[in-house]
Each structure stands twice: as C-alpha cells, then as structure tokens.
Nanobody
Framework: QVQLVESGGGLVQPGGSLRLSCAVS????????MAWYRQAPGKERELVAR???????SYADSVKGRFTISRDNAKKTGYLQMNSLKPEDTAVYYC????????????WGQGTLVTVSS
C-alpha cells in the first residue's frame, strides 16, 4: 500500500524553525507534484507551498521568504523548512503528492501539528 508518512511537527517559540518531512512508502514509479497544506482551528485548509517534478516552486504570500519546499526524489521524500515562525503559522500541516504506480494516485499524509507559542 502506497502512503505518505509525515514527521517533524511540534512546539516551537516565535521566531524559531522546524523542518517537516513527507516520505512516500511503498512501490511507485515516480512522484509528480508535491505540496504542503495547512489547516488552522476554525479555518479552511489552505495551500502553503508546491514543488513540481522539475523543481519549480510556488508559495502562499503569507509564507514567502520564510518557508522553503524541497524534494529528494532518490529518497522519495519532500520537505518543508519553516523559519521565522509566527503564532499564526500554528496549524495541522498536511503533505500532498501525486504518485504514479500502475495509475496516478493523489495521496495525503496523516497531518502533523505545528504549534508556535511562547
């Protein structure tokens, strides 16, 4: 069974940093686009960052200059480096990826909680 496994969330003080990881487990041919979403309490899920197969990135305005999305295709893993964290970054972060097995599958990670608080 192919799935996404997230790690790296936790509690951090304002101004601090965290790195989230998203690993693809199971047998696949390739990973297409990867993305990170987040959902804060009482709010809708929003797109934070996306990285294409060839490494092109895009970011929500609220995280530009602070967050960096990357991927390591050999390790079948994506990352979200989060710097200069703010309390408003507090949310459950979800990894999203489209992978190719015998067909294209869109997968979601289980979610990891990031809490920014002093």
């Amino acid at each position: 069974q192919v799935q996404l496994v997230e790690s790296g969330g936790g509690l951090v003080q304002p101004g601090g940093s965290l790195r989230l990881s998203c690993a693809v487990s199971g047998s696949i041919f390739s990973i297409n686009d990867m993305a990170w979403y987040r959902q804060a309490p009482g709010k809708e899920r929003e797109l934070v960052a996306r990285i294409t197969t060839n490494g092109r990135t895009s970011y929500a305005d609220s995280v530009k200059g602070r967050f960096t999305i990357s991927r390591d295709n050999a390790k079948k893993t994506g990352y979200l480096q989060m710097n200069s964290l703010k309390p408003e970054d507090t949310a459950v972060y979800y990894c999203n990826a489209v992978v190719t097995t015998y067909k294209d599958l869109e997968l979601w990670g289980q979610g990891t909680l990031v809490t920014v608080s002093s």
